[in-house]
């Protein structure tokens, strides 16, 4: 009996024994972990300011050019101090004036809408048609209408997203109106570089400023105070619409270009070519979205029957008189601008006098 309990005893101590030797190992191997965690750290610490040196980081910091095996301009340099003017001039200037200059503009032409109202033709229509935009050119006009839109709503989504949208919808799917954005914007931007040349092209010569423009200004298009309602002389386009052509024209290149430089970065630009063709390319298109607010404010609302002629390719005798008197004169004895004209028939009828000459 007495054999047994010592048995039991020693069972138990040695159990107990062991016990406390598991434990003590792992608590040793704990401390061990983190003495050698903290050991870690201090390394990498005394890395980064002991053995990099203190100088070392000041000189990171302030932008200097390090060494690299990489030959690609600036890879050297770890941190761009000009970078960080830019990122100044992004987001606390451009990005909320920009936001100002738009809400500016759209509360102008509400503006324009209730104080001045729409410009009404002063007698009625004639329903005679007089030709004014061909198949093309309306093809023309609404491709680039629909790029601009659409660039201007992505462009704006990559600039103030972050602010308006980011914040009421899911993580996941501002990750996806972000990324999609980003593509459209990207791919979409050479076809409106494209279209702007066709348009050039295509409009240049009726765009180029006369004396009756300068008086069309000087009357201010006859829209607002004692000149309303006077309809000053003007050819196809009067002084506004050549205005509004060239600021596209020209805005819409600084886009272009500096859109290309962004869009392919793969010619060597430094930092700086990035940073100014992204401010370039921001105002620019701040600009001409902003002038576009008012040109599409007058196509849809601001003046009377003028969106006819951009849909059907025809406006009515009335509103050529009233808005385009000095071309309405030049055009308005041309066969296809007389009542019952039918341009197939005339095709026809061409056709078969020249069979007939041969
Ligand atoms: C909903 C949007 C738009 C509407 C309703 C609209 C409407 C019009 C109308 C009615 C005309 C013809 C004016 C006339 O016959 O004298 C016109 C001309 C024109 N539009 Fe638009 N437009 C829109 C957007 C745009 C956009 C986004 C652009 C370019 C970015 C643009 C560029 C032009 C140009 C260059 C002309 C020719 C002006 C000229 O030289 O006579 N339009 N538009």
Redesign the pocket.
Known sequence: MTKRIQHWLAMLVTTFMLTLSVSAVASNETSANSDNERLGESVVRQEITGFAGADYWRMVKDGQEGYTTSKSPEHGVLISVPGQTWYILKEKWMSPLGALAIFGSLAMVALAYVVVGPLKLSKPKTGRKIK??SRFDRAL?WS??FT??TLAFSGLTLVYGKHFIKPVVPTEVWGWIIYAAKQYHNYMGPIFGILLVA?LVK?WR??LFTMVDIKWFMKMGGMVGKHKGTHPSAGF?NGG??A??WL?IFFGIAITISGLVLDFPIFDQTRRDMELSNLLHMFSALI?ICG?IF??YI??FGMEA??D??ITGE?DETWAKEHHDLWYNEVKDLPENQPGYDAAQEADKKGSASQNNA
Request: proline content about 0%.
């Open positions: 004014r935009w006009h680039m209408a601009f839109l348009v409009w009726k765009s386009s619409e050549k509004i052509f596209l001409l576009f040109h599409i196509g849809l003028a969106l002629g951009m406006v």
